[in-house]
């Protein structure tokens, strides 16, 4: 099993009937297009932000980039992996249910959202310096976490849309354990593949934050 069939193939075979029409591949860009729609609110939105409110999302968002500017490593990957770890679980505890296609389809955005809020805010405080701190430490690890976040959304989607199909006694091709061995797999190569996204982002904020100042 490789990340590009994590991404952009389905493990679970055939969709039901009601998303042939829609398709797979699709489906995940939707997902992308709800995390860039995020960014966009998230950004409009941060210009008011202030800097308590940028502490108290860190935890979700890492929306704190003072703190960031002087975290160690080991710090910087655990903050970093406990943000993707919160929406991994969210996602995947949506897939088990009735009602996650639902749930699921707000994740990108609400991920996208605390993005654009620390982009909009390093913007309007610091004009071009905020610029390139975005591009250079939070934009590289950004980008993977949208494509693993899009991913996971899209497995919960089809998961809890097979559970909703199996409530209502509409056959489904594959055995109910099947499907479930082949969701908890997928999921959890994502969260390896959040890991290595963790990995990516950490080196980025190692290597750039240091050259900015936000006092």
């Not at 997902?31 to 609110?41: C, D, E, K, P, T």
């Not at 494509?147 to 091709?173: D, M, Y």
């Amino acid at each position: 099993m490789n990340m590009k069939r994590i991404i952009s193939t389905s493990h679970f075979g055939k969709l039901p009937s009601e998303l042939t029409g829609l398709g797979r591949k699709p489906l995940f860009l939707i997902f992308v297009l709800l995390f860039i729609a995020g960014i966009a609110f998230g950004a409009f939105a941060g210009r008011c932000a202030d800097e308590e409110l940028m502490k108290r999302l860190d935890i979700i968002f890492l929306t704190d980039h003072k703190a960031r500017c002087t975290q160690g490593m080991a710090d910087a990957f655990i903050a970093s992996f406990a943000s993707a770890f919160i929406f991994l679980l969210i996602l995947f505890l949506s897939g088990l249910s009735l009602w996650g296609s639902c749930v699921s389809a707000f994740i990108p955005f609400i991920k996208g959202y605390g993005y654009g809020l620390s982009i909009g805010c390093l913007y309007i405080k610091y004009g071009i310096s905020g610029i390139l701190y975005n591009l250079l430490v939070i934009l590289p690890g950004a980008f993977l976490s949208c494509a693993v976040i899009c991913a996971a959304s899209q497995e919960a989607a089809i998961s809890s849309w097979r559970f909703l199909c199996q409530f209502r006694k509409k056959p489904v091709s594959e055995s109910a354990n099947l499907l479930m061995k082949n969701y908890l797999m997928a999921m959890l190569w994502l969260l390896f593949l959040s890991a290595f996204s963790s990995l990516v982002d950490m080196l980025f904020s190692v290597l750039f934050s240091w050259m900015f100042s936000f006092g």
